[in-house]
């Protein structure tokens, strides 16, 4: 059987399986053969041909190993954090922009506590209408606060008067199913408007930075 396939194709084959082994291979039969030009020619095709398959495979990418959460690097700075930073560090080479400023006004509960010193800075260094504003905003969000912390405490101190009292379970279960329902109405309308105790601390201590004034915050 092997009598019926042609000198170049048999060479072929061979060249083929040391190509598969090694790439970059010469095979010997090249020189010792008597091929003809048409064989040779059929011979370098394959040749070509194993070696584009072997760049194929050796193209792949490796995969990519996953970090563990305590390797991963921190997300990159905010534009608007590297303007806060550069204003209070490199103010020689920070350059005002209207755009960053507006987006810390408006963020200023959720600047990470690490900017605190240079939030204070900058916010000092705001002049007329800006100043004015950002202090009834601050002073705004403890007032909101107050009237939070104001209705827990009544909240509270009803709820003991009541059950010194010895009033009824039905009346309290009744009233309580009344006073839950308004409470889900209340946080359904200040959910986007809620204020924590953390967030008026930063706005208190920002209007003394401001105004020298120590507003009162319950809590």
């Known amino acids: 059987m092997s009598q019926n396939i042609p000198a170049w194709k048999r060479i072929g084959l061979k060249v083929k399986k040391e190509l598969e082994t090694d790439p970059l ?7 010792s ?3 003809t030009k048409k064989d040779i020619k059929h011979i370098n095709k394959q040749k070509r041909k194993a070696e584009d398959s072997a760049k194929e495979k050796s193209k792949k990418p490796p995969k990519r190993v996953k970090l563990p959460k305590s390797e991963k690097p921190p997300p990159p700075e905010k534009d608007q954090l590297v303007y806060l930073r550069q204003y209070h560090k490199d103010k020689d080479n920070w350059k005002f922009s209207k755009q960053k400023q507006n987006w810390i006004l408006k963020n200023i509960r959720n600047i990470p506590g690490e900017y605190e010193e240079a939030l204070s800075v900058y916010l000092e260094g705001l002049q007329g209408g800006s100043r004015t504003r ?6 705004a969000v403890i007032e909101k606060w107050n009237v939070l912390a104001a209705e827990a405490e009544a909240k509270v101190e009803k709820e003991l008067e009541e059950k010194l009292s010895g009033k009824k379970a039905e009346e309290e279960n009744e009233k ?3 006073e839950k329902n308004e ?4 946080e359904t309308e200040k ?3 809620a204020v924590d105790l953390e967030y008026a601390l930063r706005c208190r201590n920002l209007v003394f930075v401001l105004t020298d004034e120590k507003v009162p915050l319950k809590g």
């Open 183 to 186: 409470e889900k109405k209340k």
């Open 25 to 31: 291979a010469l095979s010997s039969h090249l020189e």
């Open 191 to 193: 959910e986007e408007d």
């Open 33 to 35: 053969s008597n091929l």
């Open 176 to 178: 309580k199913g009344e």
């Open 134 to 139: 950002i202090v009834d905003s601050l002073k």
